[in-house]
C-alpha cells in the first residue's frame, strides 16, 4: 500500500490497547487523469447537499467505492493455496464451490452438502475461511493502492484504504470530487461521516433502556434461552460454541480483576481504543458479551448463569472507526459479528454506505453479521443494520410480544427490517451488577436481542461446515425456524391462498428458536444451495416434506446482494448493482399453490397449513431484469405445530 496508508494502519495501532487473554492465532494498470466521464457513477443525495454548501477548495469526507478485484481470480487462488499448501483434496474444496464458483456448479442439495460436512472438519473450515481472507486482504490491498495512485490525491488526504472491500475514504474539495466522476475505475460516492461511525456508547445507541432496576434475588435469566431453543441445544446436544470465533463490536468493554462471569479464556482479543475499556465490573460491551459467553457460579449462594455458548471465543473492538474495527476481526478468522450498537450517517430506514460495506463483507469473506435493529420505534431502524446480507433483530418477551420501542421500517420501498426478534426484555444477568457482591438488575433492549440471536448462529456454524461457510444458508435456516407467535397477525403472516409477504414489519419472520432451524437442517434435512446465473429466470426445487395436515409449514429463500461490479473486472462498464428480485413460489402436493413477493428485499417467504406430506414443488421465479452475473441463494423449509 502507498506509505500513508501504512502510516494510518500504524496509528490505529499507537492508539488502542492491543492484548490477548488467550491464544489468538500481477499488479493491475489503471489509467490516470481519465477524461471520460462515467455515468454509472453516483454522488448520493447527502453529499450533493454537503457539495451545495462549500466553496470549491473547502473539504469534506467522502466514502468512495471504485473497481473491484478480480473475484474469480481470488477464488482460484484459494483453492490453489488449500490444495498445495494444506492437502485439500478436489472433494473438501467443493465446500468453497457452494459459494464460490457459480460457473461450474448451480446447485447443491442435502445429499451433496451432507457429503462435503463429513469431509471437512471444524478445524479444515477455519484453514479455508483464513486462506481466503489472506489472499483477498492481499488483493484489496494492492487493487485499492494501485487506484488511489490513479487519482493523484495527496497523501495526506487519505483516511483510510479498506483492506477487505474496493473501498477508499478520503478528504476532498469539490473538484477533486468532479474529477473523481469521471475516473472509470469509480463506482459510486458518498458523504462518509465518521462521528456516526465511531464505537462511541453515547451516540450509538440508547442508554435510558438499558437503564437498570433492583431485584431482591438473584434470579439469573434463563427464561430467554429456554423458549428459543438456545437451552437445549446447549445442555442436551452439546453445542457450546467449542471452535466458533465470534466478533463483539460494542462500547466500552469493562476490565476488572473481580470479574467472574466468564471463562478464563473467552476473550482472545481486545481491539479497543484508551476509553474503549474502563475499570469496572460491568459495562455494556460485557453484558452483551455475557448473554453470549457468560460462565458464572456464585460459591456462596449456588446461584448459576451459562450463556447461550460459553465456550465460544470473543473478539472485542470498541471506541474506534467501525470499518477497521471489523477489518480487525475479519483478520482474526471470526465466523459471526455482533453489533449491538447503531452505525451509519445515512438516516434511519435508509440504505447507504455503511449498510452496502456491511453486505459486500457478509457477500465475500464467509461471515454472518447480526446487528440490532435499534430502540427507535416505528421506521427507526439505524442505517447500518439495514444491510440486505445482514440480520437485523428486533426486541420481544419471552412470551414473543414485540417491545413497544423495538425498531422497524414501516415505509414502502424499503427492504423489512428487523429480519426476526427475539427475548431482550428484562435480563438479569451476572454482569447487570456494578461488583461481584452487589445483587443484580433487569436491563432491557434490542442490545440484548441481538446476541441472543448470535449465539444462535454460533451454534449453527458448531452444527455443520457448510452452514459456517454460508451465511445465506444460515440466514434461511434462522428465518424458516422462527416461531409465529400469538402477537402476530396470522393474515399477514400466513398464506392461504394466492400471495402475501409472510413477513411481518414489525416482527420479521417471527421469534427466534433455533431448535427449529436445527430439526430443518439436521434431522428433516429440507434445504438447498446454490446459484442463479443472470439467464436463467426459474430456479426448480423438489422436496419431500413430511408434514401431516394441520401442521404449519415454512418456506424461507434467501439470496445475495453481492455489491461488485459486474463486468469483466478489467473492461467495460461499471455497475454496481441493485439486488435481484424474486418470487417464491410453492404447489404442494395436492395442487394447492402458495407464493410469496416482496419486490425491494432479498428474503421471501411463504407460511401455510400443511394438507399432507409429500413431494412440494418449490420454485424462484425472477421479476425483473437480471442485475448481476450469477448470485449465491438459499431455500429452506420448516415444519412446525400448528
Given at each position: 500500500?502507498?506509505?500513508?496508508?501504512s502510516?494510518?494502519?500504524?496509528?490505529?495501532?499507537?492508539?488502542?490497547?492491543?492484548?490477548?487473554?488467550?491464544?489468538?492465532?500481477?499488479?493491475?494498470?489503471?489509467?490516470?487523469?481519465?477524461?471520460?466521464?462515467s455515468?454509472?457513477?453516483?454522488i448520493?443525495?447527502?453529499?450533493?447537499q454537503?457539495?451545495?454548501?462549500?466553496?470549491?477548495?473547502?473539504?469534506?469526507?467522502?466514502?468512495?467505492?471504485?473497481?473491484?478485484?478480480?473475484?474469480?481470480?481470488?477464488?482460484?487462488?484459494?483453492?490453489?493455496?488449500l490444495?498445495?499448501?494444506?492437502?485439500?483434496?478436489?472433494?473438501?474444496?467443493?465446500?468453497?464451490?457452494?459459494?464460490?464458483?457459480?460457473?461450474?456448479?448451480?446447485?447443491?442439495?442435502?445429499?451433496?452438502?451432507?457429503?462435503i460436512?463429513?469431509?471437512?472438519?471444524?478445524?479444515?473450515?477455519?484453514?479455508?475461511?483464513?486462506?481466503?481472507?489472506?489472499?483477498?486482504?492481499?488483493?484489496?490491498?494492492?487493487?485499492?493502492?494501485?487506484?488511489?495512485?490513479?487519482?493523484?490525491?495527496?497523501?495526506?488526504?487519505?483516511?483510510?484504504?479498506?483492506?477487505?472491500?474496493?473501498?477508499?475514504?478520503?478528504?476532498?474539495?469539490k473538484?477533486e470530487?468532479?474529477?473523481?466522476?469521471?475516473?472509470?475505475?469509480?463506482?459510486?460516492?458518498?458523504?462518509?461521516?465518521?462521528?456516526?461511525?465511531?464505537?462511541?456508547?453515547?451516540?450509538?445507541?440508547?442508554?435510558?433502556?438499558?437503564?437498570?432496576?433492583?431485584?431482591?434475588t438473584?434470579?439469573?435469566?434463563?427464561?430467554?434461552?429456554?423458549?428459543?431453543?438456545?437451552?437445549?441445544?446447549?445442555?442436551?446436544?452439546?453445542?457450546?460454541?467449542?471452535?466458533?470465533?465470534?466478533?463483539?463490536?460494542?462500547?466500552?468493554?469493562?476490565?476488572?480483576?473481580?470479574?467472574?462471569?466468564?471463562?478464563?479464556?473467552t476473550?482472545?482479543?481486545y481491539?479497543?481504543?484508551?476509553?474503549g475499556?474502563?475499570?469496572?465490573?460491568?459495562?455494556h460491551?460485557?453484558?452483551?458479551?455475557?448473554?453470549?459467553?457468560?460462565?458464572?457460579?456464585?460459591?456462596?449462594?449456588?446461584?448459576?448463569?451459562?450463556?447461550?455458548?460459553?465456550?465460544?471465543?470473543?473478539?472485542?473492538?470498541?471506541?474506534?472507526?467501525?470499518r477497521?474495527?471489523?477489518?480487525?476481526?475479519?483478520d482474526?478468522?471470526?465466523?459471526?459479528?455482533?453489533?449491538?450498537?447503531?452505525?451509519?450517517?445515512?438516516?434511519?430506514n435508509?440504505?447507504?454506505?455503511?449498510?452496502?460495506?456491511?453486505?459486500?463483507?457478509?457477500?465475500?469473506?464467509?461471515?454472518?453479521?447480526?446487528?440490532?435493529?435499534?430502540?427507535?420505534g416505528?421506521?427507526?431502524?439505524?442505517?447500518?443494520?439495514?444491510?440486505?446480507?445482514s440480520?437485523?433483530?428486533?426486541?420481544?418477551?419471552?412470551?414473543?410480544?414485540l417491545?413497544?420501542?423495538?425498531?422497524?421500517?414501516?415505509?414502502?420501498?424499503?427492504?423489512?427490517?428487523?429480519?426476526?426478534?427475539?427475548?431482550?426484555?428484562?435480563?438479569?444477568l451476572p454482569?447487570?451488577?456494578?461488583?461481584?457482591?452487589?445483587?443484580?438488575?433487569?436491563?432491557?433492549g434490542?442490545?440484548?436481542?441481538?446476541?441472543?440471536?448470535?449465539?444462535?448462529?454460533?451454534?449453527?456454524?458448531?452444527?455443520?461446515?457448510?452452514l459456517?461457510?454460508?451465511?445465506?444458508?444460515i440466514?434461511?435456516?434462522?428465518?424458516?425456524?422462527?416461531?409465529?407467535?400469538?402477537?402476530?397477525?396470522?393474515?399477514?403472516?400466513?398464506?392461504?391462498?394466492?400471495?402475501?409477504?409472510?413477513?411481518?414489519?414489525?416482527?420479521?419472520?417471527?421469534?427466534?428458536?433455533?431448535?427449529?432451524?436445527?430439526?430443518?437442517?439436521?434431522?428433516?434435512?429440507?434445504?438447498?444451495?446454490?446459484?442463479?446465473?443472470?439467464?436463467?429466470?426459474?430456479?426448480?426445487?423438489?422436496?419431500?416434506?413430511?408434514?401431516?395436515?394441520?401442521?404449519?409449514?415454512?418456506?424461507?429463500?434467501?439470496?445475495?446482494?453481492?455489491?461488485?461490479v459486474?463486468?469483466?473486472?478489467?473492461?467495460?462498464?461499471?455497475?454496481?448493482?441493485?439486488i435481484?428480485?424474486?418470487m417464491?413460489?410453492?404447489?404442494?402436493?395436492?395442487?394447492?399453490i402458495?407464493?410469496?413477493y416482496?419486490?425491494?428485499?432479498?428474503?421471501?417467504?411463504?407460511?401455510?397449513?400443511?394438507?399432507?406430506?409429500?413431494?412440494?414443488?418449490?420454485?424462484?421465479?425472477?421479476?425483473?431484469?437480471?442485475?448481476?452475473?450469477?448470485?449465491?441463494?438459499?431455500?429452506?423449509?420448516?415444519?412446525?405445530?400448528?
Open positions: 500500500m502507498k506509505k500513508k496508508t502510516l494510518k494502519y500504524k496509528s490505529i495501532l499507537s492508539c488502542t490497547l492491543v492484548f490477548c487473554l488467550g491464544s489468538v492465532g500481477l499488479a493491475q494498470a489503471f489509467p490516470v487523469n481519465a477524461t471520460v466521464t455515468p454509472e457513477v453516483m448520493e443525495s447527502t453529499l450533493e454537503k457539495l451545495e454548501e462549500i466553496s470549491d477548495s473547502e473539504r469534506v469526507d467522502v466514502s468512495v467505492w471504485v473497481k473491484d478485484i478480480n473475484q474469480d481470480e481470488a477464488k482460484e487462488k484459494t483453492k490453489k493455496t490444495m498445495k499448501e494444506n492437502g485439500f483434496s478436489k472433494e473438501q474444496l467443493e465446500i468453497i464451490d457452494t459459494d464460490f464458483l457459480a460457473s461450474s456448479v448451480n446447485n447443491f442439495d442435502v445429499e451433496k452438502i451432507s457429503k460436512d463429513a469431509a471437512v472438519s471444524a478445524d479444515e473450515s477455519e484453514i479455508i475461511i483464513e486462506e481466503e481472507r489472506e489472499i483477498s486482504s492481499k488483493m484489496y490491498e494492492e487493487n485499492n493502492s494501485n487506484i488511489f495512485d490513479s487519482f493523484n490525491i495527496d497523501d495526506d488526504n487519505l483516511i483510510y484504504s479498506c483492506k477487505y472491500a474496493p473501498n477508499i475514504l478520503m478528504s476532498l474539495t473538484n470530487i468532479h474529477s473523481l466522476c469521471k475516473n472509470p475505475n469509480v463506482t459510486d460516492i458518498y458523504y462518509y461521516d465518521e462521528e456516526a461511525e465511531s464505537l462511541i456508547n453515547e451516540q450509538n445507541f440508547d442508554t435510558t433502556l438499558n437503564s437498570v432496576s433492583s431485584t431482591s438473584y434470579n439469573f435469566t434463563t427464561e430467554q434461552y429456554d423458549v428459543t431453543g438456545i437451552s437445549e441445544m446447549r445442555d442436551t446436544f452439546g453445542f457450546t460454541g467449542s471452535g466458533i470465533k465470534i466478533g463483539i463490536i460494542d462500547f466500552p468493554f469493562a476490565n476488572s480483576s473481580e470479574i467472574d462471569y466468564f471463562n478464563e479464556d476473550f482472545a482479543l481491539y479497543c481504543s484508551s476509553n475499556i474502563i475499570d469496572s465490573y460491568s459495562s460491551g460485557n453484558c452483551v458479551s455475557c448473554i453470549i459467553a457468560g460462565n458464572y457460579l456464585n460459591s456462596t449462594t449456588g446461584d448459576t448463569f451459562v450463556g447461550a455458548v460459553p465456550d465460544a471465543k470473543l473478539y472485542a473492538t470498541a471506541g474506534i472507526d467501525f477497521s474495527a471489523l477489518e480487525v476481526l475479519l482474526n478468522g471470526v465466523n459471526v459479528i455482533n453489533s449491538s450498537m447503531i452505525f451509519g450517517g445515512d438516516g434511519n435508509n440504505y447507504g454506505d455503511t449498510a452496502k460495506w456491511i453486505d459486500h463483507i457478509v457477500s465475500q469473506h464467509n461471515v454472518t453479521y447480526v446487528g440490532a435493529a435499534g430502540n427507535g416505528e421506521n427507526g431502524v439505524g442505517s447500518g443494520q439495514m444491510g440486505y446480507n440480520i437485523a433483530v428486533g426486541c420481544c418477551n419471552n412470551n414473543g410480544t417491545a413497544g420501542y423495538s425498531s422497524y421500517t414501516n415505509t414502502d420501498g424499503k427492504n423489512y427490517k428487523p429480519d426476526l426478534v427475539a427475548p431482550g426484555v428484562s435480563f438479569v454482569a447487570t451488577r456494578d461488583s461481584s457482591t452487589e445483587t443484580p438488575s433487569a436491563s432491557s434490542t442490545s440484548f436481542s441481538s446476541p441472543m440471536v448470535t449465539g444462535a448462529v454460533a451454534q449453527l456454524c458448531q452444527i455443520s461446515s457448510s459456517k461457510l454460508n451465511p445465506r444458508l440466514k434461511a435456516v434462522l428465518l424458516a425456524g422462527t416461531k409465529i407467535t400469538d402477537s402476530m397477525n396470522e393474515d399477514e403472516v400466513i398464506t392461504q391462498t394466492g400471495g402475501n409477504i409472510a413477513l411481518s414489519k414489525q416482527y420479521g419472520s417471527g421469534m427466534l428458536n433455533v431448535i427449529n432451524s436445527y430439526a430443518l437442517y439436521s434431522v428433516r434435512k429440507n434445504y438447498s444451495s446454490g446459484f442463479i446465473a443472470s439467464t436463467t429466470n426459474t430456479v426448480t426445487k423438489t422436496m419431500n416434506i413430511n408434514a401431516s395436515s394441520g401442521k404449519l409449514v415454512r418456506l424461507c429463500a434467501v439470496w445475495d446482494k453481492p455489491n461488485t459486474s463486468d469483466s473486472h478489467s473492461s467495460g462498464t461499471i455497475t454496481s448493482p441493485n435481484d428480485t424474486f417464491l413460489k410453492v404447489t404442494a402436493p395436492n395442487g394447492s402458495y407464493t410469496s416482496y419486490a425491494y428485499d432479498n428474503k421471501s417467504m411463504v407460511s401455510f397449513i400443511s394438507s399432507g406430506s409429500g413431494i412440494y414443488t418449490i420454485q424462484l421465479i425472477r421479476q425483473d431484469t437480471a442485475v448481476n452475473n450469477s448470485i449465491s441463494y438459499a431455500l429452506v423449509a420448516s415444519v412446525q405445530n400448528s
